[in-house]
């Protein structure tokens, strides 16, 4: 098997200090590492285009709103068959069909509000990591533009 990595999302329900510590134990008690991590608010504009594989399901709407209702822990995981392997400790979508110990089991409300999003398959898993890193890059871009207002605002200007 080859090293792969996949995304793992942390959901709104599910960001609690203990649940991310328990989350992160399972991930690492079971061979997955997390080479990447990022606490943030998505926005709905950004859980609209993270979820547009879904935008035409009955669910969409409100799994927007669900994902920019609060905060969410955004992971990379790597490791050995590393897709197949989180979604096995992921669970079944459902928790109430999840098998128990798994994270779904332990942590989920429901089918919406289920503690956490894993890759589908590699391809999503390459699509869900560059959404990942665009959503770091403009994080820092803002930063930049900000700071750059701040020090605009202390220069004097000539007058006009």
């Known amino acids: 098997m080859a090293t792969e990595q996949t995304l793992c999302i942390i959901k ?3 960001m609690k200090p203990e649940i991310i510590g328990n989350i992160n134990t399972m991930l690492r008690e079971n061979g997955i590492r997390i080479v990447a991590q990022q606490c943030r608010c998505l926005t709905r504009p950004q859980a609209r285009i993270f979820y547009a594989e879904h935008r035409n399901k009955p669910f969409f709407e409100s799994l927007v709103a669900f994902m920019a209702s609060g905060p969410v822990f955004l992971q990379i995981l790597e490791g050995e068959n590393a897709i197949g392997r989180y979604r096995e400790l992921m669970g079944a979508t459902d928790p109430a069909q999840a098998a128990e110990g798994t994270i779904r089991s332990l942590f989920g409300n429901d089918k919406e509000a289920n503690a956490v999003h894993g890759s589908a398959d590699g391809t999503g ?8 890193h665009a959503l770091a ?3 820092r871009n803002l930063r930049l533009l900000k700071r750059a207002f701040q020090q605009s605002l202390l220069v004097p200007r000539a007058p006009a």
Request: glycine share 0%; no cysteine.
């Open 12 to 14: 709104p329900n599910a």
């Open 125 to 132: 898993a390459k699509r869900e990591i560059a959404f990942f």
């Open 137 to 139: 890059a403009h994080a």
